[in-house]
């Protein structure tokens, strides 16, 4: 897309000239959810991801268990335990969200999932027990690219949703 189109697309991914149109996307999570809210979702989604990010940098896993499925939480845990076995540090900071987008939304039953693929500026880098960087960038803004679902029960009055799956493209 070109940068004057990307300026035209609201955070929600929805053209100006839709955006008085329901997502057709949403139908099947609105029938069943009436009070859901795309706006209310993204914005939620967006502080999500950010709280998400920031937890997972500072090994604060205990503060993860909320916000993620048991699945991801081990996943992470696994991944921070191998790195803090090697003496690894990881360098992180937040800069900035770009765009969050709809990627899919999926019901199935009482579960109901949708995936928002997160646009961000990031500073994140792992170094060695010796300072050595082995992934990463520690001192230059890059860009992220990745879709993560969020799912819930939709009949068991949780009205919160957590992340159950990350796939970076």
Known sequence: KSEQARQQVPASGVPPDRQNQPDPRLEALCAVDPGFDLDTFLAGA???????????????????????????????????????????????????????????????????????????????AVLSATGVVVSGEPTAVTGTDEVWTFGRQLESGEVNWILVATCQD
């Open 46 to 124: 967006a502080r999500a991801y950010e709280e998400i990010l920031n937890l997972y940098a500072n090994a604060d896993l205990e503060a993860l268990r909320p916000l993620i499925s048991a699945e991801v939480h081990e996943a992470f845990s696994d991944v921070r335990k191998a790195q803090d076995e090697r003496g690894e540090a990881v360098v992180f900071a937040y800069v900035g969200l770009t765009s969050a987008v709809i990627e899919f939304v999926a019901v199935n039953g009482n579960q109901a999932e949708i995936g928002v693929r997160f646009r961000a500026e990031i500073v994140s």
